[in-house]
């Protein structure tokens, strides 16, 4: 997805962070609804329980940016806290 950004982030990123709409936990900062969800999930009978067991990482595919996932227990997950930039160079 991306490097780690972390040390190169702008002016203007953290300003339009600070902008962020409190309630709008269900878009990424950069304005994307699209997330990737990092989690362990029960396979029971060959079908996945749609209700994780352990969530990871919630990350936006569009900049990188990496969240604290928040499950609301309606099946919604929702951006928490901002972690840092994904860092796919692992291997």
Do not use: H, W
Request: proline share 7%; hydrophobic share 25%.
């Amino acid at each position: 997805m991306g490097r780690n950004r972390e040390s190169e982030r702008t002016m203007a990123e953290a300003e339009q962070d600070a902008l962020q709409k409190p309630g709008d936990e269900s878009r990424c900062i950069c304005g994307s609804q699209r997330f990737v969800l990092e989690a362990y999930l029960e396979v029971e009978g060959g079908m996945p329980n749609p209700e994780p067991i352990e969530v990871e990482a919630l990350t936006c595919p569009e900049c990188g940016r990496e969240y604290e996932p928040i499950l609301t227990g309606n099946g919604r997950v929702l951006r928490g806290e901002f972690r840092g930039y994904f860092d796919d160079d692992e291997g």
